[in-house]
């Protein structure tokens, strides 16, 4: 099925590092959805962007939706362990309400 | 509130048979939705379902199918199950049929096919 290009695939960090991953397509969105996944849970919402050009922040978490409405990125800043798990892009089609989701970018934190 | 909830949470089949998932939503919630997730593929939409009538269908095999009852539970059945089908399965629910952004997921129905 059609999906993201999420980048990168995985991530291995020190803790207290900044963390920066991105999502493109070669379609317009109107929403962009970032989420977390922990092991053996469901995703949960992380951050909605509903605007070109909109940045927002969920306290260390900062997401900005593009100004071509095409690609979407968020930066996690001095990670900590509870950051490790699989964040996954979805991008909402201007045309209908179904979700298209990246492959997901996981995060592992070196000890 | 109880969160949504999937059973079973593990299964095992072989191939060819059939198998049922269920998933209550969160009490309220009229719409469920259903995902495939594999390693490295992200979820695929499988369909979705509001007030017992499918809305949204995505692009799988008719051998995927699911229902809604009156009460929001949802149903999805898979039948002649290829190894192919071994997946991590996810339902999410939210309160109406538009607002993607408000829905929640479950913890999930691991299938595994031998």
């Known amino acids: 099925g059609q999906q993201l290009n999420q980048s990168p695939q995985s991530m291995f960090i020190q803790e207290g590092e900044d963390v920066s991953m991105n999502c493109t397509s070669s379609s317009i969105f109107n929403t962009w959805l970032w989420y977390k996944q922990d092991p053996g849970e469901g995703p949960v919402l992380l951050i909605a962007l509903y605007k070109a050009g909109e940045l927002t922040s969920n306290g260390r978490l900062t997401a900005q939706f593009g100004i071509t409405r095409k690609d979407s990125f968020l930066n996690i800043s001095a990670s900590i362990p509870s950051d490790v798990g699989i964040y996954f892009c979805a991008g909402q089609l201007d045309s209908n309400y179904q979700l298209i989701w990246g492959a997901g970018t996981k995060l592992i934190i070196k000890p | 509130k109880a969160g949504v909830t999937q059973t079973p949470r593990y299964l095992i089949k072989t191939r060819g048979q059939q198998v049922t998932l269920s998933c209550s939503p969160i009490s309220g919630h009229r719409s469920v939705s259903w995902y495939q997730q594999t390693p490295g593929q992200g979820l695929q939409f499988l369909f979705e379902?509001?007030?017992?009538?499918?809305?949204n269908k995505g692009n799988f095999p008719g051998r995927f199918s699911g229902r809604q009852f009156s009460n929001s539970r949802s149903e999805m059945n898979v039948s002649t199950l290829e190894l192919g089908d071994s997946a991590l399965y996810l339902c999410?629910?939210?309160?109406?049929?538009?607002?993607?952004?408000?829905?929640?997921f479950g913890p999930g129905t691991r299938l595994t096919v031998l």
């Open positions: 379902y509001f007030s017992e009538t499918q809305r």
């Open positions: 999410a629910s939210r309160p109406g049929s538009i607002g993607v952004d408000t829905q929640y």
